[in-house]
């Protein structure tokens, strides 16, 4: 494959916490704050606004590259627990801006990755801005993206040989059932493709314990899950540890 030469272009892998998650209840406080001054109890949920736009402003600048960079060392936390090589296709499901897709190009030049994201209005992540990125690094001729959803994946069976995927199981919003996602993701991999998935599988409403998870994903034909706990690691900031953040961050390990 011929070398293509990166685009001068910004690599824009986005923000976890949407921009809107902080302007939205920051707005909303003002309004309250304006009106209590008027009548003291809109005062009340003018703290209540304000803090959680606060709250969520620092997790922002916590995972963002300029701040404590904790969202690229949680990508390199589940890249740390890929096979030492893999060649053929990896599927990265929900790939955003395409952070992980990217750096799995980078980390396997033998392979032909593709992202798949519905690219839906709740996040600030779009196809343009993944095709650009992958532009940029130089990737354009080796890692495609498509639309499509994680619940009802548009790839035929068996179609890969290595699916990545990070933080979207619990966003899932067209599976009523969560786990359901992870049995789209094993139904494309091949009989021996290996996969490796991150997001908040302690949750237990969405995904029950680890042990039943696991023992979900071998009646789906999973020869072997390991459960490896990631939100124990140090560098993530207590700040972001609750349980809606990555406080429940967890990588499911396999083989179909
Ligand atoms: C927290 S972001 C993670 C993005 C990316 N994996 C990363 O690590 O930077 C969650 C992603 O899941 C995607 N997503 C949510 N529901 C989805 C669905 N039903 N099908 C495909 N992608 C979905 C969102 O569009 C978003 O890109």
């Known amino acids: 494959m011929t070398d ?9 892998f986005g923000n976890w916490v949407p921009l809107k998650m902080i302007v939205v209840p920051a707005i909303l406080g003002l309004a309250c704050l304006g009106a209590g ?15 959680i736009a606060v709250y969520f402003a620092v997790a922002r600048w916590l995972f963002s590259a300029r701040g404590g960079n904790v969202q690229d060392r949680i990508l390199e936390l589940l890249l740390e627990h890929l096979p030492a090589d893999a060649v053929g296709k990896v599927l990265d499901i929900g790939c955003g801006n395409g952070a992980l897709a990217i750096k799995a190009a980078q980390r396997f030049p033998k392979a032909a990755v593709t992202g798949v994201d519905f690219w839906g ?8 801005v993944c095709e650009g990125n992958a532009a940029a690094c130089g ?9 499509g959803s994680a619940a009802s994946l548009p790839f035929a069976d068996g179609s890969f040989d290595l699916v990545i995927s990070n933080l979207v199981f619990h966003e899932v919003r067209d599976a009523a059932d969560k ?10 991999l091949k009989p021996g493709g290996v996969f490796v998935l991150q997001d908040l599988f302690l ?3 969405y995904f029950g314990t680890p042990q039943e998870l696991q023992d979900t994903l071998r009646g789906w034909g999973a020869g072997r899950v390991e459960f490896i706990r990631t939100c124990d690691r140090e560098f993530i900031p207590k700040w972001v540890k609750l349980p809606f953040m990555v406080g429940t961050l967890a990588i499911l390990r396999g083989e179909r």
């Not at 293509?4 to 824009?12: A, F, L, T």
């Not at 005062?43 to 209540?48: D, E, F, Q, S, V």
């Not at 992870?182 to 494309?188: P, Q």
């Open 4 to 12: 293509i030469k990166p685009e001068n272009k910004p690599i824009d």
């Open 203 to 205: 949750l237990e409403p």
């Open 139 to 147: 990737l354009s001729g080796r890692v495609d993206f498509r639309q």
């Open 37 to 51: 001054l008027r009548w003291w109890p809109l005062l009340i949920p003018a703290a209540l606004f304000c803090a």
């Open 121 to 128: 209005k709740s996040w600030d992540y779009s196809i343009k």
């Open 179 to 188: 786990r359901e996602p992870l049995r789209e993701a094993l139904r494309v």
